[in-house]
């Protein structure tokens, strides 16, 4: 037991990443202030689509935010980049296994010697402490590395859902709109068919000419027209927000879209002021995304530099073995290692 604190060498050597290149930040030329007086706070509102004021659109970004596909595989991508931190960070850690064997067996000599055949056990049962000593930073790396993945995955997640809460908003509005645009259409077919009425009988007492019926007539042609077309494009505006929603085809299908507030009774929401300063670009989930990629290749540079360095590992091994398993804890030897 005198040797005993050498099994602690190994948790007073910690590695640093000494051979990672230190990360600085690209510097752009800003002015010294802003330019004019009036600057205006834009919040962080992440819940921006409530400012509307309908309560059909936020049931549909609500409703995608919880079924879309690509917002799940981002926040699966998130607990792999999590997972992957703490694979990494343990590797800065002692392991510890425990190991255990049971032989039984007899040996059979020359019939002159004295030696008795007898069947004879061989027991053992230890464990074992091994770490490596991250004297260039390798490990190290790979935790920072890990973890600015982590932010990155946590900033991509952010950055999908902004997305999708996005898209989600404009096909709705694009819904409406070509919903306004179909009623628009169906109600100038409507008096087109009534004017070509009256046109008509106008045309037979001879108070109008051949070719004010063939206007009228044109128009109601173009009307006509147009009509299947916007039913078309209205038609793939609710099947794609059905998809971003996250709804089976059979819900696609069968499901009629609700509807909300009519398009002139939305709350309009305070614009975002024309002049705003270019720090807020820091706030964006996809640039402070790939910043995070760039830290993370950054250690991953002082990860591959110290590959090339020796690797120094240290175990200990300590357990109880006996020749019948049977007493085994009554060992009849003790036996330690240490060994680099």
């Known amino acids: 037991m005198k040797r005993s604190p050498i099994l602690l060498l190994p948790v007073l050597l910690a590695g640093c990443a000494w051979l990672a290149p230190t990360y600085h930040r690209p510097q752009m030329p800003m002015p010294d202030k802003w330019g004019t007086a009036q600057t205006a706070a834009t919040p962080d509102d992440s819940t921006w689509w409530r400012s509307y004021g309908d309560p059909v659109l936020d049931g549909l970004v ?3 935010l919880k079924n879309n596909d690509d917002l799940a595989l981002a926040g699966a991508k998130l607990q792999q980049a999590r997972a992957q931190y703490k694979y990494a960070f343990a590797n800065q850690l002692p392991s510890i296994s425990v190991a255990g ?21 061989l027991g053992f049962v230890g464990g074992m402490l091994n770490y490596e000593v991250d004297l260039w930073g390798k490990n190290a790396s790979l ?8 932010r990155a995955a946590g900033y991509g997640h952010a950055a999908a859902r ?3 809460a996005a898209a989600t908003a404009k096909l709705y509005f694009s819904l409406r709109a070509l919903d306004s645009e179909r009623d628009i259409l169906q109600r100038t077919i409507q008096t087109q068919t009534e004017l070509l009425a009256l046109v008509q009988r106008q045309h037979e007492v001879g108070a109008v000419d051949a070719l004010a019926v063939q206007n009228v007539t044109e128009q109601l042609d173009a009307a006509q027209a147009a009509l299947p077309d916007v039913e078309d494009q209205r038609g793939k505006a609710e099947s794609a927000l059905a998809v971003m929603l996250g709804r089976s085809p059979e819900q696609i299908i069968g499901q009629a ?3 909300g507030k009519n398009i002139d009774e939305l709350t309009i929401p305070i614009p975002t002021p024309p002049e705003i300063p ?6 964006r989930p996809d640039i402070a995304m790939h910043e995070q990629t760039l830290i993370a290749s950054n250690f991953n540079i002082g990860f591959a530099r110290a590959a090339y360095f020796p690797t120094i590992s240290l175990a200990s091994l300590a357990g109880v073995n006996n020749i019948d398993i049977d007493n085994l804890y009554r060992a009849t030897t003790r036996s330690w290692t240490l060994a680099a």
């Open 162 to 164: 902004l997305s999708i």
């Open 257 to 259: 879209m609700d509807r």
């Open 143 to 150: 935790s920072k590395a890990a973890k600015a993945g982590v």
């Open 278 to 283: 270019s720090t807020l670009l820091e706030r």
């Open 101 to 121: 064997a049971d032989a039984y067996g007899r040996v059979h000599l020359k019939d002159e010697l004295p030696t008795p055949h007898r069947m004879s056990n």
């Open 62 to 64: 609500d409703e995608a």
